[in-house]
C-alpha cells in the first residue's frame, strides 16, 4: 500500500550516517519510504526496527531479512526494543506528524476537507476521539487545547460555540464542527480551519508528551556517536526537538558541571533547520511545512 510520499527522505536518512552493521529505528514506519532508504545502505549484519500503532501501517511490512515491524506507539520503543534483546542502537529517524494515506481517507477524519466521523486516532484501536473532545471536554480545557496546541486566536469564542451547539445536538461528523467554524473563523479560512484540526489532533493522540517521551529515551536508547534525524511539521513540535538537542531533555533547561561546561549529550549535525527544496514542495506539497533537525550523540 503505497500511500505517501516521504519527506526529506535522503537528507534525513543520509543524517543518520548509517554503517552497514549497524542497527536502526524508524519509530514512524507507515507507508515504509524511510525505511526502504535505511535499508538500501545496510549490510548483512545490519538491522532495521519499524514501529507504528497504525494497523493500516502493518499492509506495508517490509520483506527483508533485516527488518523487523513493531506495532506499538513509539512512545514505548525502549520497552519493545528491550523485548528483541536490544538495549542500544545506532541511529533513530522520526518523521512526525499525519501520513498522506491518514489525510486522504475520510474516514479517519484527520481533514476539514471532506466530511466524515470526528475521529483523529492515529491508534484505531485508542478509546478517545476527536468528537469525544468536543462533546466531553469542560471550556476550560477546550480554550486550552485551541490556544495551546492550535494557537487558535479566538479560542474562548470557538469553545464556547461548542459547547452552545452541543448542548443542542453532540458532534459526531466533520460537519458538525465545519458549521461552527464557518461562523466565527478570523484571517485565513484554510489556516484557521487547519489550526484548529490540529489541536484536536494533537489533543486526541497526546502528541506532545508522547514526542517529549520518545526524545528523552533516546538519551539511553543511541549509542555515542549514533545519530537522531527528526523531521516535524509545526512549531511546537520543532521547538521541543530544538530543546532537546541543546540540553538533552525537553525542558530546554541545560545543565551544567561545575566548570560551567554543558552536560547535554547531544551535539546539533546542522545548526540551522534543514528544509525542504522547492522542486521537492512542488512534487509533494505537504513537505512545505516540513523541518529537518539531526543530532549526534556525543
Known sequence: MDYHKPVLLHESVAGLNVKKDGVY????????????????????????????????????????????????????????????????VDGILADLGVSSHQF???????????D????????????????????????????SVFSEYGEVRNS????????????RALFNTINDLLMIVEEIFMGSRPKYFAQVFQALRIEVNDEMRVLGRFLEQCNDLVKVG??????????????LVKKFIKAGNVSGKVEKDDFGRSLSTWKAI????????????GINSRAKSAKLRIAEKI
Open 116 to 143: 466524515g466521523p470526528l475521529d483523529m486516532r492515529m491508534n484505531q484501536g485508542a478509546e478517545k476521539s476527536a468528537a469525544d473532545v468536543l462533546n466531553s471536554y469542560k471550556l476550560e480545557e477546550l480554550i
Open 226 to 239: 549514533g545519530r537522531l534525524s527528526v523531521i516535524s511539521y509545526h512549531s511546537l513540535e520543532d521547538r
Open 25 to 88: 529505528v524508524d519509530v514512524t514506519f507507515g507507508a515504509g519510504g524511510h525505511s526502504r532508504e535505511i535499508i538500501k545502505a545496510l549490510g548483512v549484519k545490519g538491522h532495521l526496527y519499524g514501529v507504528d500503532q497504525d494497523e493500516d501501517a502493518v499492509a506495508n511490512v517490509l520483506d527483508s531479512q533485516n527488518f523487523t515491524f513493531l506495532k506499538s506507539n513509539f512512545k514505548w520503543v525502549g520497552n519493545f526494543l528491550q523485548l528483541h534483546g536490544v538495549l542500544k
Open 156 to 167: 474562548k469564542t470557538l469553545a464556547r460555540k461548542i459547547i452552545e451547539q452541543r448542548d
Open 104 to 114: 486522504d481517507v475520510p474516514d479517519r477524519g484527520f481533514t476539514y476537507r471532506d
Open 270 to 281: 546542522n545548526k540551522k533547520v534543514i528544509l525542504p527544496t522547492e522542486e521537492e514542495i
